[in-house]
C-alpha cells in the first residue's frame, strides 16, 4: 500500500493535506485528478446531448488514469455526492422560505425548494463524478505508467481492477496549452489512432 506521503506522479513527495487540496482543486476545474491538466468531460461547447454532459471521457491520455472504469462506478457519487448538495440546497431553501416567507402557500413552498433542487443535482453533476475520481484516486493513488518503470513504490497501490488508458504516444507540448482541450477527447485519440495505423499498414505494403 501506498503511504500519505508516498504519492505517484506530480505530487511525489507532497503531504497528505497538501495532496487533498490538490486532488480537489483540481476536480473543481474539472481536469484529471492525477495531472492536473487534461479535462475529465467534453468541453461545453463541444456539448451536444445530455449524455455529453454527464458521461467522463474514458481516460486521461496524459497520464493514462481510466475515469470511466465500469458500470455503476459513479453510482456514489450521484447518490451521495450529487443528491446530497442537491438536498441539502433544497432544505435550506425551504427553511429559508419558511422564515421569510411564512405566508406562502405549502405548493409554492415546495415549488420554491424543489426547483433549485433540480437545478443544482444537473450542473452540480460533472464536479460531484470529479470530487469523486479525486477522493478515489486519495484513497488508492493510481500510479503513473513511467512511475511504476521507474520502480514507484513497487507496492502495487496504484489501482488494483484498474483498466487504465493508454498514454498518448506523442504528447504535443502545444495540445496541454490548449484551454479547450479539445486533444484529449476519447474521439479524437481513437481517430488519431485510426490514422496511425493506416499510416504504418501504408508503409508496409
Ligand atoms: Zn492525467
Known amino acids: 500500500m501506498a503511504s500519505p506521503n508516498d504519492s505517484p506522479g506530480p505530487d511525489a513527495g ?36 445530455f449524455h ?29 455526492i450529487d443528491y446530497g448538495v442537491a438536498a441539502v440546497v433544497g432544505i435550506l431553501t425551504a427553511v429559508y422560505v419558511q ?15 424543489g426547483l433549485p433542487v433540480g437545478i443544482v443535482g444537473f450542473l452540480f453533476i ?12 486519495l484513497a488508492d493513488p493510481y500510479i503513473p505508467p513511467s512511475d511504476e518503470e521507474d520502480g514507484g513504490d513497487g507496492g502495487g497501490g496504484g489501482g488494483g481492477g484498474r483498466t487504465p488508458v493508454p498514454p498518448a504516444p506523442e504528447d504535443d507540448p502545444g495540445e496541454s496549452r490548449d484551454p479547450a482541450g479539445q486533444p484529449g477527447s476519447g474521439i479524437a485519440l481513437e481517430q488519431e489512432a485510426g490514422a496511425r495505423r493506416e499510416a504504418e499498414h501504408a508503409g508496409i505494403r
Open 14 to 49: 507532497a503531504s497528505l493535506p497538501r495532496r487533498i487540496f490538490n486532488y480537489l482543486w483540481r476536480a473543481t476545474w474539472l481536469k484529471c485528478p492525477v495531472c492536473g491538466t487534461r479535462p475529465i468531460f467534453l468541453p461545453l461547447h463541444r456539448v451536444r446531448s
Open 52 to 80: 455529453d454532459w454527464f458521461t467522463p471521457l474514458d481516460g486521461c491520455p496524459r497520464c493514462g488514469y481510466a475515469y470511466d472504469r465500469e458500470p455503476g462506478y459513479f453510482l456514489l457519487a450521484l447518490w451521495g
Open 126 to 137: 460533472r464536479h460531484a463524478k470529479a470530487y469523486f475520481l479525486a477522493i478515489d484516486h
Open 99 to 113: 422564515i421569510f416567507h411564512a405566508d406562502w402557500s405549502y405548493t409554492k413552498t415546495l415549488l420554491a425548494a
